[in-house]
């Protein structure tokens, strides 16, 4: 099966209870993620959120009055079905929900003031095709913003972080989604992904100039912002 494909399965299977699981894995801390990236956005007219899901970072926006108007992209039917129900309901009108490829995104150049991803840049099976894509459509000193899991660098914090993720987040995550599969990729996408410096290093190849990043919670996610 295509990698694209099998990603979007993926999350079609587990759309229903994605919000749930999310926040109660995470403690909600999830969402203080969330208004932590939208604190350090500038205020735009269009906005593209790249792997939408359902449309968590997208109603912390509209929320919070810094966009005007987003196109959410993602892969997953389902996920944006749930996040288009959502958004409906506090901010009709406000969103455009495309299905489509993150690697190869069907938009013009230079379309959007900002560019945000949430959670989805490690799921990309080209990360740095993604990121050149989100340039493009950049407009020249549009703002890129992506949240996504990082390792933390505190050996204390690491140990309780890998008991965590390896052995409680799979078996609660199962238990709930009654998926077999998806939090165990959860916990190996994460671990196996670039973080910090190394995670600019792809920035600035794909072009991005500005680029810096802060660890949030001891580091187990990282805010990364740069500009076209
Ligand atoms: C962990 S969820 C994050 C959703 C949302 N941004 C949030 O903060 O909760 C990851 C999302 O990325 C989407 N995704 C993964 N790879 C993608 C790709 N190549 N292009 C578009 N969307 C993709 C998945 O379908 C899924 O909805």
Redesign the pocket.
């Known amino acids: 099966m295509e990698e694209?494909q099998h990603?979007?399965q993926l999350?079609d299977r587990i759309a229903g209870t994605y919000d749930g699981l999310?926040h109660g894995l995470s403690l909600n801390i999830d969402r203080l993620w969330?208004k932590r990236t939208v604190a350090a956005m500038t205020p735009a007219k269009q906005v593209l959120d790249?792997?939408?899901?359902?449309a968590?970072?997208t109603i912390e926006m509209l929320r919070r009055g810094k966009v005007e108007q987003v196109t959410g992209?993602?892969?997953?039917r389902r996920?944006m079905a749930v996040g288009e129900e959502k958004v409906n309901r506090l901010y009709p009108g406000s969103v455009n929900f495309v299905y489509?490829?993150?690697?190869q995104m069907p938009f013009d150049d230079a379309s959007f003031d900002a560019v945000t991803c949430?959670?989805?840049c490690r799921?990309?099976s080209d990360l740095d095709a993604?990121l050149r894509e989100m340039y493009r459509v950049l407009k020249p000193g549009g703002q890129l913003l992506i949240l996504e899991f990082s390792y933390p660098s505190n050996r204390f914090v690491r140990a309780c972080y890998d008991i965590y993720f390896t052995h409680v987040l799979p078996r609660v995550g199962r238990l709930f989604s009654r998926d077999k599969t998806a939090y165990t990729y959860l916990n190996r996408s994460v671990k196996s992904f670039c973080w910090g410096e190394s995670f600019v290093r792809h920035l600035h190849d794909a072009g991005f100039r500005e680029e810096s990043f802060v660890p949030l919670t001891f580091g187990i996610a990282t805010l990364y912002t740069a500009r076209k």
Not at 50 to 54: F, I, K, L, N
Not at 73 to 76: A, M, R, T, V, Y
């Open positions: 694209k990603i979007g999350f999310n969330r790249v792997a939408v899901g359902t968590d970072l992209l993602d892969l997953s996920m489509g490829n993150a690697q949430a959670f989805g799921n990309f993604g």
